[in-house]
């Protein structure tokens, strides 16, 4: 098993490790799909977007919030940037529906199996419709969540795009 420590306290692992349950099918799920992705183990906590942003050493508009929302009841996933606010009127109006809110936490384990904090953003077997709010697709690669709150995958947002097969939308609030 090649693994790699870096002084910043992130390990990087070439070959299969043994992940969190979660983090496996994140990384099963890139592994079938023959992505060019990244997942990376952290030292502390990337549960909020600062936090990732932290232990990446990038932006926090290159951090990918996966609001995971029910739209008219039907579930989709918004990704946002780390360093903006997700808009429930742009998100509903984005994906055909009248009315949206973000899951509460409970909500989020439930239909994703994915804590609050660690919701990657695929494989969703549950969700509808994926988005991406449009100003991503201007950053070359980025980081999401990896199914837990020590866990990110860094890959190029074209990849992004297609694992999760989301269509670009104005999702966030001008404020």
């Not at 232990?55 to 039907?74: N, Q």
């Not at 969700?127 to 991406?132: F, G, Q, S």
Request: aromatic share 4%.
């Amino acid at each position: 098993m090649s693994r790699e420590k870096r002084s910043n306290g992130v390990r990087s692992y070439a070959d299969p490790v043994e992940w969190p349950e979660s983090v496996e099918r994140v990384a099963a799920f890139l592994r079938a799909e023959g992505a060019e992705a990244r997942i990376e183990e952290f030292g502390a906590e990337t549960a909020t977007a600062a936090d990732a942003a932290r232990a990446a050493g990038c932006d926090p508009g290159d951090i990918v919030k996966s609001l995971i929302c029910l739209c008219d009841d039907r579930l989709v996933i918004a990704l946002v940037p780390g360093d903006r606010r997700g808009d429930t009127v742009k998100i509903a109006r984005a994906a055909g529906a009248a009315d949206a809110r973000v899951a509460r936490p409970n909500e989020v384990r439930e239909l994703t199996g994915f804590e609050p904090g660690a919701v990657a953003p695929f494989p969703l077997r549950r969700v509808r419709r994926a988005l991406i709010e449009r100003t991503l697709l201007a950053r070359p690669e980025l980081w999401v969540g990896a199914g837990s709150p020590r866990h990110m995958a860094v890959l190029p947002t074209p990849e992004l795009v297609r694992l999760a097969k989301a269509a670009p939308a104005d999702l966030i609030t001008t404020d």
